[in-house]
């Protein structure tokens, strides 16, 4: 397998290997400054839905903005913008992404969301966006423990446990659980494909893990796909899951659906399928998975993509299910299942209760039943509105970006109803949920 990315920015990403594609177009002009106008009726297009036509007439690469000249009143006005404020860029009849819009997709009970995108423009983000370093990436040191192996086989000889020593075993203690870990973190594992580049296993393993970072840690879906892309993820393995969420994520449903048609799959499409509206499909397949002595995992998830549905009785139903399965495979197993099963059920049961026009201002605090241990939160209220929820205590290892991600889908649908689990911390997600329902339904008057 050769290297993903053969040549280098020498932009403003200069450590960072990206291939060619039409972003490039545009960056290359960054390389110098432009004193005059490059064309007429060049097109910008604004994050915020606005476009403006005219000449773009200066771009200052190492501030990441631009002046651009429109007519105003029968008058030439120059404008300076930034990058982050700016979705495209259209210059000689080409079109160039700065800035992705990557909204929340449209479900199977809604009308399309006017950010869906074409199987084309998926492509596009992600040969664009996706190809390129993330903004704070160069600024970011390469800081890891000197005593790490970097060689880092794919099956380590030694015995035990040492963090300090094994890359696997130091990214899962210390850089997963530790937030102001993990752009280091990405940073490192980006070193080791350069270090590994002639190392074709070791590489497209290194490259995986670059793309389940970018998914887990930070949701950048662009580049996540970019990466998953590269290291040719195949359906039933769990990253190839990822990347169809990635399409979805970024607005093409019917793309994530393709890569989910296929005979065998593994249990982590039962939640992505439930996330999509195919909530029948889900449970289907988690009855195969129930069969296969994995029932604790498998009701689990088809009960939360009944309750993701609003199929409240029906996910109490697979709760119980849980509940019910003696086969565990130890007993901390049985507990954290049935634990948070039992949790499910009592919050679903609190829906009414924890609808916030109901509930009293102030702050209220609950806990529910997590991977490791208790989730504990704290949820603010003021004139009838979720002001905030913020999780106060936890002992979670792999909660990846469940905690940041959950409690802002909560304050955005003011609603404990329909959240979506976060990908591979599905667990601390609806501990998170059941928690805040708990707390909610304190106040209620």
């Known amino acids: ?79 300076t913008y930034t990058f982050d404020k700016v979705h495209a860029v259209t210059m000689q009849g080409k079109r160039h992404i700065l800035t992705p819009m990557v909204a929340s997709p449209a479900t199977d009970n809604s009308s399309e969301s006017p950010a869906s995108r074409t199987k084309a423009q998926v492509l596009e983000l992600i040969n664009t966006v996706g190809s390129t370093p993330p903004d704070w990436f160069d600024s970011t040191p390469l800081d890891y423990p000197k005593t790490l192996e970097l060689d880092w086989p794919l099956n380590p000889n030694e015995k035990g446990w040492n963090n300090q020593k094994n890359v696997g ?85 019917q793309m994530a659906l393709d890569m989910l048609n296929a005979r065998s799959l593994p249990t982590n499409a039962i939640k992505l399928l439930g996330d999509m509206g195919q909530t029948d499909r889900a449970i289907q397949l988690a009855g195969a998975f129930a069969k296969m002595n994995r029932p604790h995992e498998a009701y689990l998830l088809a009960g939360d993509a009944c309750r993701v549905a609003g199929r409240h009785q029906e996910a109490i139903s697979f709760y119980q299910k849980v509940l019910d399965s003696p086969d565990a495979r130890n007993e901390e197993y049985a ?70 991600d959950t409690t802002a889908q909560i304050v955005k649908k003011q609603s404990v109803r329909g959240i979506d689990a976060t990908s591979r911390a599905t667990i601390t997600s609806q501990a998170i949920v059941n928690a805040t329902a708990k707390a909610l339904a304190k106040g209620a008057q």
């Open 1 to 79: 397998m050769q290297p993903p990315h053969p040549t280098r920015f020498t932009v403003s990403h200069s450590k960072f290997k990206v291939g060619r594609s039409t972003f490039s177009v545009l960056l290359g002009f960054f390389v110098c400054l432009m004193p005059t106008a490059l064309r007429a009726e060049d097109l910008v297009e604004f994050l915020n839905g606005a476009k403006a036509t005219g000449l773009m007439k200066e771009i200052r690469k190492e501030k990441r903005e631009f002046d651009f000249e429109i007519q105003l009143g029968g008058r030439k006005l120059v404008r």
């Open 169 to 253: 075993q130091y990214k899962w203690d210390v850089i997963n659980p530790n937030p102001g870990r993990w752009r280091s973190g990405l940073r490192l594992m980006h070193h080791l494909m350069t270090l590994h580049k002639n190392q074709p296993a070791l590489l497209e393993r290194d490259i995986k893990v670059v793309g389940e970072m970018y998914f887990e840690l930070f949701q950048d879906y662009p580049r996540a796909a970019f990466w998953l892309r590269q290291a040719k993820v195949q359906v039933p393995e769990p990253q190839s899951i990822h990347l169809a969420e990635c399409y979805w994520r970024m607005g093409n449903k």
């Open 335 to 404: 507990k954290r299942y049935h634990g948070l099963a039992r949790d499910c059920i009592e919050a679903l049961n609190l829906t009414e209760k924890a609808n916030v026009a109901k509930v009293a201002d102030g702050a209220y605090r609950a806990s529910s039943v997590g991977y490791s241990g208790a989730v504990e939160v704290e949820v603010r209220v003021t004139n009838h509105q979720i002001e905030e929820v913020k999780v106060t205590k936890h002992v979670e290892k792999q909660f990846y970006a469940a905690i940041t």
